[in-house]
């Protein structure tokens, strides 16, 4: 057996050699129980490299596992950065107009004080 599957797999290691093992005392005392229990023991042990690789194939790359985390964090921040953009814009354009309001009006204001100073800058100088 590898050192590799016993890093990843501790417990169905453990479990291999307990199969591997029951019966010790019973392989020992004759050659074909030997024979059959090492025989045994190599079964299982393809077994496990068997089921170590076809794990190891369905598990996706690390590597593209984490570039597509980092995909998914870069739409998710363009899309906030855009809401955020979005809600800038309407508050400028809702600014923009109050502004307007309150500068028409305040503008018309002066204008309207101007005029009435002129007339009686006028008057007086008539008079």
Known sequence: MTAGPSLFYPSL???????????RE???????????????GEAIEKELEAFIEKRARKEPNLDAREELWKASVRR????????????????????????????TNLVEFHEAKARQLSSENEERESA
């Open 13 to 23: 290691q453990t479990t291999v050699c307990k199969q591997m093992f029951v019966n």
């Open 26 to 40: 019973q392989a020992t005392e004759t050659k074909g129980a030997q024979v059959l229990d090492v025989e045994r």
């Open 76 to 103: 998710y921040n363009a899309a906030r950065e855009a809401e955020r953009r979005a809600a800038w814009a309407t508050y400028h354009v809702g600014q923009a107009s109050r502004l307007r309001r309150v500068m």
